[in-house]
C-alpha cells in the first residue's frame, strides 16, 4: 500500500497556515437519562497530530459526530475554524471525514464511489485516480467494494477523505483492519499532511500507533475529560525512585498530593509532584535515596492509568487537564 501525496489545490484557509482549529467547548450530551458527555472541552491544533483516546463507549465517536454536525450537543458547541460544520463555505474541500468504514455500496466499484463523491461536491474527475493511486487501491479500483477485506474499505474512507485536499482531517479509527504496511503508510501520510500545516484528528485504539504518529492526546473516560497535552510531556511527567524505606516516603509522598505507585521491592513511581519536591520530602522524612530519575511510562502504561483499567493511578490531577 502506497499513500504519497499529491500537489494540493486552493482551499480557503487562514493567514497562519493551511490547517484549522477544532474548538470543542463545554460540550455535553444526552440521550435520555444517561450523559454520554460531560461540559467536555479541548482544542486541535494545526500542525499536529492530536489523538482521541477513551475506552469503548467512553464519548469519543459522539464527539465527532457533534463535530460534524450528525449529532447535537445539548449544551456547548463544536467549530472548525470558528465555524460550525454545516455552516462551512465548502465543507468537502475543508474537512475530510472517516467514520464508517462499510457506507459504500456493495455492488459498486471503488472507482464509481469515489467519482459519485467527487461528482456531488463538485470536484475535479481526476481526483479519483490521485487518491486511489495516494491509498493504493488502484489495481482495485474496478472491483465491487461489496468484496473488499476491512482494510481495503478503510483505504476507500481514507481516498473519500481526501478527494477535496483539505486541510483538516476528522478520522474514528482509521487504522482498524489495516495490516502493518498499511498502517505504516497511513502513519506516513498523516505525518507529512501534519508537517504541512494540517489538522489531523483521528481517534483509536491501536495506542502503538499512536505513540509512534500523536503530537498531543486527549483522553475520554466515561464521557469526562481526563487529561491531554504533548504525549512527550506526558509520558515524561513521572519520577522513579527508589529508596531504603518505599512505606515511609510513600505515605509522606501521597500526604502531599502525589500520586505513587510501587514498582518493586524498592522503588515508586511519583506523578504529580516535581523530581526536587521528591527529593525534598526524602530528605524531610530521612528516607536515603538510591535513585532519584525521570520515568517515561509508555502509552499503554499511561492510559490503563488515566482510564482506571490498570493501576490505581490517576492522571487527572497535577497533570496538563483538558478545560472543563
Known amino acids: 500500500m502506497t499513500m504519497t501525496d499529491t500537489q494540493r489545490r486552493p482551499v480557503s484557509r487562514t493567514a497562519a497556515g493551511p490547517g484549522l482549529t477544532i474548538q470543542i467547548e463545554h460540550v455535553t450530551k444526552r440521550y435520555g437519562r444517561n450523559t454520554v458527555l460531560h461540559d467536555l472541552s479541548f482544542s486541535v491544533e494545526p500542525g499536529r497530530v492530536t489523538g482521541f483516546l477513551g475506552p469503548n ?191 515511609v516516603l510513600a505515605d509522606a509522598l501521597r500526604t502531599a498530593g502525589a500520586l505513587v505507585e510501587r514498582s518493586g521491592a524498592d522503588a515508586l513511581i511519583v506523578r504529580g509532584v516535581a523530581m526536587d519536591v521528591v527529593g525534598e520530602i526524602a530528605l524531610a522524612e530521612g528516607v536515603p535515596l538510591h535513585e532519584l530519575a525521570a520515568d517515561t511510562s509508555s502509552l499503554e502504561e499511561l492510559f490503563l492509568g488515566w482510564t482506571g483499567q490498570g493501576s490505581p493511578m490517576r492522571a487527572d490531577v497535577k497533570t496538563e487537564e483538558v478545560a472543563s
Do not use: W
Open 57 to 247: 463507549g467512553s464519548g469519543k465517536s459522539t464527539t465527532m459526530k457533534i463535530l460534524l454536525d450528525l449529532a447535537a450537543a445539548d449544551q456547548g458547541r463544536a467549530t472548525i475554524g470558528g465555524r460550525r460544520y454545516r455552516d462551512l463555505a465548502d465543507p468537502a474541500r475543508t474537512v475530510g471525514v472517516v467514520l464508517e468504514p462499510n457506507a459504500f455500496h456493495p455492488a459498486r466499484s471503488a472507482r464509481k464511489h469515489l467519482e459519485i463523491l467527487t461528482d456531488t461536491a463538485g470536484l475535479p474527475a481526476t481526483r479519483v485516480r490521485e487518491v486511489l493511486e495516494m491509498v493504493g487501491l488502484a489495481s482495485a479500483a474496478d472491483r465491487r467494494v461489496g468484496a473488499f477485506s476491512l482494510g481495503m474499505k478503510q483505504r476507500l474512507s481514507l481516498a473519500g477523505a481526501l478527494l477535496g485536499d483539505p486541510p483538516v482531517l476528522v478520522l474514528d479509527e482509521p487504522g482498524n483492519g489495516l495490516d502493518p504496511q498499511g498502517i505504516r503508510a497511513l502513519r506516513d501520510l498523516l505525518r507529512r499532511r501534519a508537517d504541512a500545516g494540517h489538522t489531523v484528528f483521528l481517534s483509536s485504539h491501536l495506542l502503538s500507533e499512536i505513540e509512534h504518529l500523536a503530537d498531543e492526546v486527549v483522553v475520554l473516560n466515561e464521557g469526562r475529560p481526563v487529561t491531554s497535552g504533548p504525549l512527550l510531556d506526558l509520558q515524561a511527567a513521572a519520577t522513579r525512585v527508589r529508596c531504603a524505606d518505599p512505606n
